[in-house]
Each structure stands twice: as C-alpha cells, then as structure tokens.
C-alpha cells in the first residue's frame, strides 16, 4: 500500500477505519491500571451507578481508535504529529460486547505557514456501536507531510 501525502487527501469521503468489539476483560484490566472507577471494574458495584452495569473507560474507547487507525491497510497517511484532537464526545457508554464500528472524513486542510514540506489537515473520527449510536467522536487535527519532490 503506497503512502498517502497532504496532497493525495481528499475531502468529504467517509472512510471505515475499521471494527472492534469491546471485550470486559480487556476494559476491567484498563480500568484497574489507569482509571480505577467501581464502576470500570466491578460489576456488582457498577450496578448501584446510573449506567447500572459496567462500562468502558473513555481512555479505553480513545485507544481503539488509535489501534484501530494503526492497524488500517488501505489508508495510510504520511502523519508527522497528532496536534490536536478537537471537540471530543461521549455521549454513550461503550459496555462489554458492544461492537464498534470508527469511521472517518477528512474535513479540511491548509498548508503549514511555518513550513512549506507540511500541511495541517482536520479529520472527523466517529465511532458508532451496533445499535447504530455514537459513542465517539472528535475531531483530530494532523501534521502531514507534502509528497517528497
């Protein structure tokens, strides 16, 4: 797969990044190490919280969508440098099982004003679970390099 440059990305066409199902093990061993809440990682604790059962750190959530970014094929794209990420929502919980879908649209893009090798492009990430909901998104403002001459 050949690399993409500032040049190659086209606006307004959404992309699928990729899937992943949210697996408990995996969101209570998170939990436990950088966001401690009973309601991450005890299921009989999480169930006197509104939620009523457990529910994913957002640390975690955010992490799926870096992996899944890194890990896709078809699109990859010359970043320098992650600069921003730009009006961040979680409007619902990730559960366990919850079978997430990342889509993204490259918004906009300019050229660096301090370096002319460089562009600055503003991408929507969203992520949705399988009852269609969003429960994820932002916008990631990239440092991307110009195809080399």
Do not use: C
């Amino acid at each position: 797969m050949e690399m993409e440059y500032y040049e190659d990305i086209k606006l307004h066409q959404k992309i699928v990044v990729g899937e992943y199902t949210a697996n408990r093990d995996e969101m209570i061993e998170f939990a436990r190490k950088w966001d401690p809440q009973p309601y991450h990682i005890d299921e009989e604790a999480a169930r006197s919280y509104p939620n009523g059962q457990l529910t994913a750190p957002s640390g975690y959530t955010l992490g799926i969508t870096t992996l899944l970014l890194a890990q896709m094929e078809s699109h990859r794209v010359a970043v320098l440098a992650n600069l921003e990420y730009e009006h961040t929502k979680l409007p619902i919980a990730v559960l366990p099982d919850d079978h997430l879908t990342m889509t993204m649209e490259h918004l906009e893009k300019r050229e660096s004003q301090s370096n002319p090798g460089r562009g600055i492009v503003r991408t929507l990430m969203e992520v949705r679970n399988q009852h269609n909901e969003v429960v994820l998104n932002y916008v990631g403002v990239a440092l991307i390099a110009k195809r080399p001459i």
